[in-house]
């Protein structure tokens, strides 16, 4: 994996390639836990707070259907709820369960150390020059926060 080819790529090609392996490593470590990648993604959003149904659907970019489904299908396995808004009787909040909650905690801390090997081959200094600027390119385009960093 992390052998050196003399391959040069440019940014796009980077950024596209060090996607896939993100999703390859989430996708594999949802399916050890029994949950879609989408599912994972569902609870680590969770984990921060409960969001509204509308705001929910707009962090993981999905379509009202494909949320209700997801949120359905996590209601039925037990690991969230629905609960009415107490700031707003006609909205509806989705938050963990104690279930889901510790599968969430059990989940994020395996994919955070499967993550952290993807630059395994970096220096310190690299890393953190790497995490700048991940950082930078994160908060310029305003990208919801869908993976707490617990530092």
């Known amino acids: ?10 940014v796009v090609s980077a950024l596209v390639r060090s996607a896939f392996l993100v999703n390859a490593v989430y996708a594999e470590s949802a399916r050890e836990y029994g949950l879609t990648p989408q ?7 969770l984990m921060a707070k409960p969001y509204r149904m509308s705001d929910l659907g707009a962090v993981l970019r999905l379509a009202k259907s ?13 690991l969230v709820r629905r609960e009415p808004d107490p700031n707003d009787g006609r909205a509806v ?17 395996e994919t955070v150390r499967r993550l952290e090997g993807l630059p ?7 890393r953190e020059m790497l995490a700048e600027l991940l950082a930078r390119m994160v908060m310029d385009n ?9 530092n």
């Not at 395994?120 to 690299?126: C, E, F």
């Not at 305003?142 to 617990?150: C, G, K, L, Q």
């Open 39 to 45: 599912q994972g993604q569902l609870l680590c959003v």
């Open 142 to 150: 305003e990208a919801p926060v869908v993976f707490m960093d617990r």
């Open 93 to 109: 909040c989705v938050t963990l369960t104690t279930q889901g909650g510790k599968l969430a905690d059990a989940f994020y801390n």
């Open 120 to 126: 395994a081959s970096l220096g310190d200094t690299d």
């Open 66 to 78: 494909s949320l209700t489904e997801l949120v359905d299908r996590s209601s039925q396995r037990g």
């Open 1 to 10: 994996m992390g052998k050196d080819t003399g391959e040069k790529l440019g």
